[in-house]
Nanobody, 125 residues
Framework: HVQLVESGGGSVQVGGSQRLSCVAS????????MGWFRQIPDKEREGVAG???????SYADSVKGRFSISRDNAKNTLYLDMSSLKPEDTAMYYC????????????????????WGQGTQVTVS
C-alpha cells in the first residue's frame, strides 16, 4: 500500500514562510484525495488542507489565505506552502491519503483519510 514521507519542517520566524513536501510511494496519488493535518501534544489532530483528485481544495478557517495545498502527480508529491506563519501554527504536520478498506482516521471535505506519514515538525517563534 501507499507510503508517505514528509519533509520541509523546521524552525521559522513569525511572519515567515515554509514549504512542506510529501512524497508518496507504492501507489500513484493522482487519483486519491490528499491532505495535510497537524497536531500538538494533548490536542486532537486537526485537518489543515485537502485536495481532491480533480484539484478541488479546502482549508481550515485558521489557515485560509495563508496556506496553499498543491500536488504534482508526475512526481507523486504533495505540497503545503505556508506563509505569514504564526506561533499557533507550531505543530507536527502529517501528510495523509485515502486507501479503501482501511480505518478512517481523519476527514477533510468528504475525503476519508486512512494512511499517514511519520510527520514533520514546524516550529514558529
Amino acid at each position: 500500500h501507499v507510503q508517505l514521507v514528509e519533509s520541509g519542517g523546521g524552525s521559522v520566524q513569525v511572519g515567515g514562510s515554509q514549504r512542506l513536501s510529501c512524497v508518496a510511494s507504492g501507489d500513484t496519488i493522482g487519483r486519491y484525495c490528499m491532505g495535510w493535518f497537524r497536531q500538538i501534544p494533548d490536542k486532537e489532530r486537526e485537518g489543515v488542507a485537502g485536495i481532491e483528485s480533480d484539484g478541488s481544495t479546502s482549508y481550515a478557517d485558521s489557515v485560509k489565505g495563508r496556506f496553499s495545498i498543491s500536488r504534482d502527480n508526475a512526481k507523486n508529491t504533495l505540497y503545503l506552502d505556508m506563509s505569514s506563519l504564526k506561533p499557533e501554527d507550531t505543530a507536527m504536520y502529517y501528510c495523509a491519503t485515502e486507501v479503501a478498506g482501511y480505518a478512517v482516521e481523519g476527514v477533510i471535505m468528504g475525503c476519508e483519510y486512512t494512511h499517514w506519514g511519520q510527520g514533520t515538525q514546524v516550529t514558529v517563534s
